[in-house]
């Protein structure tokens, strides 16, 4: 089997990187894709030495651009290398344009995609990260789902059950092997990191998403917040999109002067693990670090309305607070200077796994392939129609006997106002299901 793996994003590299590890150790035949979306060495090559990984076989070196530019050029010459390639799958991450491109050619070159990272959701079509996430999620071959949240998700929006896998998310795997290495005596390169990660109060900020940083309000906003958390010691590892952003609104001046406020480059990751351990709380717009948060057990407020991490949310570790000034200075203090209310967003439960995902999902392709499902072919048998039923089972069944019986494929379980995935062996007795009745 020849696997094609793309990447080209911060987020990518650092959770592609256990699946890299995983494919290696089972020696099958990986093929490196770099797309070039993230160029800067703080952005890109810095995570290939921190987590060990091999050159890309091939770097497309797309760089910057607006979307319709920067997508069609990866798919140009994304298409020549798999004309080339050949691969027998192509894997993609999240929902970055890099992913988006990768599968769009993919998928019509009828090359079996894997979407890692499938089904997050912040029903929100306003971020070019929602667009590119469903897109990709209407017709891959494999979905790896973190949670069963976001394989309800798939499922509800019609991918068939069999598709979905609930598998964790590889953060947890690369964060928790990672976390093992980290010690001070690393940052004598850091020169920057090293003067600042004894201080007290530590906040760690980081912000990159288009809708906060492109829009002078809500960045303004945000510097405003900073210009009042005296009693803290901000680090902030400035993506190059914000620090253009703040450069641009005339704000990085104003920022810069600020003493509390620690304005540095984006570090490397094992810096940044360690700056994370060393954080009181976490201020954020990123989708990994959300994760992270919860993970390292470090208390989290989210700079944004909604979330595609809603379960870090409901485990209690992670406050939406927007852009409102009050709420975010108010839960800052609380988180602070209250320890029950900190110990209590500590002890939220990860809800990503336990650092196996990686093993999960390179076992689930290698089976697929091996029993000869891991292929786009058009259906041998006459389908008229899908018929969307809903039942209440009265009998003693499970999801897959139910299925058999009654030429069906089960989208979703209802028990007691609670969604369930349609797993194999759930069963379905006084449970309402969603169906696809196939005729
Ligand atoms: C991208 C992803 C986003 C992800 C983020 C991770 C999309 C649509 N967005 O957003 O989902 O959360 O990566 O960080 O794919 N730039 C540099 N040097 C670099 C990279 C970028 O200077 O190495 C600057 C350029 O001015 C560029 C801007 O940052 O225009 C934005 O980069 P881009 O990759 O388009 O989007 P991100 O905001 O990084
Ligand atoms: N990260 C890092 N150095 C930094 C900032 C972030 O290594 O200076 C890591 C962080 O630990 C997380 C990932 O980058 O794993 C998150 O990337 P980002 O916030 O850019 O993207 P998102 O997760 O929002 O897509």
């Given at each position: 089997?020849?696997?094609?793996?793309?990447?080209?994003t911060?987020p990518?590299?650092?959770?592609m990187?256990?699946?890299?590890d995983?494919?290696f150790?089972?020696?099958?035949?990986?093929?490196?894709?770099?797309?070039?979306?993230?160029?800067?060495?703080?952005?890109?090559?810095?995570?290939?030495?921190?987590?060990?990984?091999?050159?890309?076989d091939?770097?497309l070196?797309?760089?910057?651009?607006?979307?319709?530019?920067?997508?069609g050029?990866?798919?140009?010459?994304?298409?020549?290398?798999?004309?080339?390639?050949?691969?027998?799958?192509?894997?993609?991450h999240?929902?970055?344009n890099?992913?988006?491109s990768?599968?769009?050619v993919?998928?019509?070159?009828?090359v079996?995609?894997?979407?890692v990272?499938a089904?997050?959701?912040?029903y929100?079509?306003t971020?070019?990260?929602?667009?590119?996430?469903k897109?990709?999620d209407?017709?891959c071959e494999?979905?790896?789902?973190?949670?069963?949240?976001?394989?309800?998700n798939?499922?509800?929006e019609?991918?068939?059950?069999e598709?979905?896998?609930?598998?964790g998310?590889?953060?947890?795997?690369v964060?928790l092997?990672?976390?093992?290495?980290i010690?001070?005596?690393?940052?004598?390169?850091?020169h920057?990191?090293?003067?600042?990660?004894?201080?007290d109060?530590?906040i760690?900020?980081?912000i990159?998403?288009?809708?906060?940083?492109?829009?002078?309000?809500?960045l303004?906003?945000?510097v405003?917040?900073?210009?009042?958390m005296?009693?803290?010691?901000i680090?902030?590892?400035i993506?190059?999109?914000?620090k253009?952003?703040l450069?641009?609104?005339?704000?990085?001046?104003?920022?810069?002067n600020?003493?509390?406020?620690?304005?540095?480059?984006?570090?490397g990751?094992?810096?940044?693990l360690?700056?994370?351990?060393n954080?009181?709380?976490i201020?954020t717009?990123?989708?990994?670090l959300?994760?992270?948060?919860?993970?390292?057990?470090?208390p989290?407020l989210?700079?944004?309305?909604?979330t595609d991490?809603?379960e870090?949310?409901?485990?209690?570790?992670n406050?939406l607070?927007?852009?409102?000034?009050?709420?975010i200075?108010k839960?800052?203090?609380?988180?602070?200077?209250?320890?029950?209310?900190?110990?209590?967003?500590?002890?939220?439960?990860?809800?990503y796994?336990?650092?196996?995902?990686?093993?999960?999902?390179v076992?689930?392709?290698?089976?697929?392939?091996?029993?000869?499902?891991?292929?786009?072919?058009?259906?041998?048998n006459?389908?008229?129609?899908?018929?969307?039923k809903?039942?209440?089972?009265?009998?003693?069944i499970?999801?897959f006997?139910?299925?058999k019986?009654?030429?069906?494929?089960?989208?979703?379980?209802?028990?007691?106002n609670?969604?369930?995935?349609?797993?194999?062996?759930?069963?379905?007795?006084?449970?309402?299901?969603?169906?696809?009745?196939?005729?």
């Amino acid at each position: 089997m020849k696997i094609v793996l793309m990447f080209g994003t911060r987020p990518e590299i650092i959770k592609m990187a256990p699946i890299i590890d995983e494919v290696f150790k089972k020696s099958l035949k990986l093929i490196l894709i770099q797309s070039g979306q993230h160029y800067d060495y703080e952005m890109s090559d810095q995570f290939f030495e921190d987590l060990k990984l091999p050159s890309p076989d091939y770097n497309l070196s797309v760089g910057s651009g607006k979307h319709g530019e920067q997508t069609g050029k990866m798919m140009e010459r994304i298409e020549k290398v798999l004309i080339e390639e050949k691969p027998d799958v192509v894997l993609v991450h999240g929902d970055t344009n890099t992913a988006l491109s990768g599968f769009l050619v993919a998928s019509k070159l009828h090359v079996p995609v894997c979407h890692v990272e499938a089904g997050l959701r912040s029903y929100s079509n306003t971020t070019p990260e929602e667009i590119n996430r469903k897109m990709i999620d209407v017709c891959c071959e494999l979905y790896f789902a973190p949670t069963e949240e976001s394989a309800i998700n798939l499922s509800l929006e019609g991918v068939s059950r069999e598709k979905i896998f609930i598998t964790g998310n590889t953060i947890v795997d690369v964060c928790l092997r990672n976390r093992l290495k980290i010690s001070k005596k690393q940052l004598n390169k850091n020169h920057e990191l090293r003067n600042l990660i004894n201080l007290d109060n530590i906040i760690t900020l980081t912000i990159h998403r288009a809708e906060n940083v492109d829009n002078k309000k809500s960045l303004n906003n945000i510097v405003d917040v900073l210009c009042e958390m005296e009693h803290a010691n901000i680090i902030f590892p400035i993506h190059p999109r914000t620090k253009k952003a703040l450069k641009r609104f005339d704000l990085y001046e104003k920022l810069f002067n600020l003493n509390h406020v620690h304005s540095i480059n984006p570090l490397g990751y094992l810096d940044f693990l360690l700056l994370l351990s060393n954080s009181s709380l976490i201020l954020t717009d990123s989708g990994g670090l959300q994760e992270e948060a919860i993970i390292l057990n470090i208390p989290i407020l989210t700079l944004r309305n909604n979330t595609d991490r809603p379960e870090t949310v409901t485990a209690g570790g992670n406050i939406l607070v927007g852009f409102q000034k009050e709420k975010i200075l108010k839960l800052t203090n609380c988180i602070l200077n209250n320890e029950d209310i900190a110990n209590k967003m500590k002890n939220a439960k990860n809800p990503y796994g336990n650092g196996n995902s990686a093993e999960k999902i390179v076992d689930i392709i290698l089976n697929s392939y091996e029993n000869n499902e891991l292929k786009i072919e058009s259906v041998e048998n006459i389908i008229n129609n899908f018929t969307l039923k809903i039942v209440e089972v009265k009998e003693n069944i499970n999801v897959f006997d139910f299925e058999k019986k009654n030429n069906a494929k089960i989208r979703i379980v209802y028990d007691k106002n609670k969604s369930k995935f349609p797993i194999n062996d759930l069963n379905l007795k006084n449970k309402f299901i969603l169906y696809d009745q196939i005729g």
